[in-house]
């Protein structure tokens, strides 16, 4: 099995850039992933202290803990929901949309993070248009686990049409 090529360490924050090399799935060599996580501001200086603690058990509260997308898409499929969404990405919690209850929806962990990555400029990915998310599937409750794994078999599906199209 050939091995995958390794990159350059693209952290830019000190006075010259990294040279180590790292593993093309990396961010970051492990000195500067440290440096990353502290470079990141916590999760009360983002605006999602006590008071959104409480805000989001109350938005929870309002939709029965159930995901408002999958209802919407499917009204019988009641999937339960864990993640509280901003319909409207805000700045933070400046943003006077961050704390409007009328901005806030229940989703379950799949359509939250699907949203995340496709919409709001999550996990590394550019900030686009709202799109629709992907239909609900009856009687199933989606974690983390499920997303990664649709996702890795969409990715193997396209690797394989690749090769099929090249041969």
Not at 32 to 60: E, V
Request: proline share 9%; charged share 30%; net charge positive.
């Amino acid at each position: 099995m050939p091995y995958a090529v390794r990159k350059p360490c693209p952290w830019k924050h000190g006075p010259r850039p990294c040279s180590r090399l790292i593993d093309s799935h990396e961010k970051y060599c492990a000195e500067h992933r440290k440096a990353d996580d502290k470079l990141r501001p916590n999760s009360t200086d983002r605006g999602y202290g006590h008071k959104w603690r409480k805000l989001r058990l109350r938005i929870l509260d309002r939709d029965g803990s159930i995901c408002q997308h999958c209802v919407k898409e499917t009204p019988s499929i009641y999937t339960p929901a864990s993640h509280v969404d901003h319909r409207i990405p805000t700045q933070g919690p400046d943003d006077p949309n961050h704390w409007d209850e009328s901005n806030l929806q229940s989703l379950c962990a799949k359509h939250h993070m699907e949203k995340t990555a496709t919409q709001d400029g999550g996990f590394g990915n550019p900030k686009q248009a709202p799109q629709p998310l992907s239909k609900p599937v009856a009687n199933r409750i989606y974690t983390s686990a499920d997303f990664l794994r649709e996702r890795a078999e969409m990715n193997r599906k396209a690797k394989a049409e690749e090769e099929t199209e090249a041969k």
